[in-house]
């Protein structure tokens, strides 16, 4: 299996002189998020330790988001009704990602 790390990764292992050479350095994108979408995007950032995960022969498999932990985070950011719906839909996209599977 490659070993493929971000730029922030690469540049991390340098500044320490430890010696880790990756098989890929992959390049930041950006992307803009909407203003309309900006609260969903942050409450989505601000649960990205909050994913359930199970363990098994294969590795690890995310499950979703611990949505009574998101609550906290909703609660706290003032967060529209509509924005656990927005977190909901981020999730749903994101666990195909981490779970390496085609989107659908």
């Known amino acids: 299996m490659a070993t493929v790390v971000d730029e922030d990764i690469a540049d991390d292992?340098?500044?320490?002189?430890?010696?880790?050479e990756p098989d890929e350095v992959s390049k930041k994108e950006a992307?803009?998020?909407?203003?309309?979408?900006?609260?969903?995007?942050?409450?989505?950032?601000?649960c990205r330790?909050?994913?359930r995960t199970a363990s098994t022969m294969?590795?690890?498999?995310?499950?979703?988001?611990d949505y009574s932990a998101c609550?906290?985070?909703?609660d706290d950011l003032q967060s529209p009704p509509d924005a656990f719906s927005d977190l909901r839909a981020m999730e749903h996209?994101?666990?195909k990602h981490l779970n390496h599977r085609?989107?659908?």
């Not at 292992?13 to 880790?20: R, V």
């Not at 294969?58 to 988001?65: R, V, W």
């Open 13 to 20: 292992f340098a500044i320490m002189g430890a010696p880790y």
């Open 31 to 46: 992307f803009e998020v909407l203003a309309v979408n900006h609260l969903s995007f942050k409450v989505f950032l601000e």
């Open 49 to 51: 330790t909050q994913w």
């Open 58 to 65: 294969a590795g690890i498999t995310f499950i979703g988001l």
């Open 71 to 74: 609550k906290l985070v909703l």
């Open 93 to 95: 996209e994101a666990l």
């Open 102 to 104: 085609e989107a659908r």
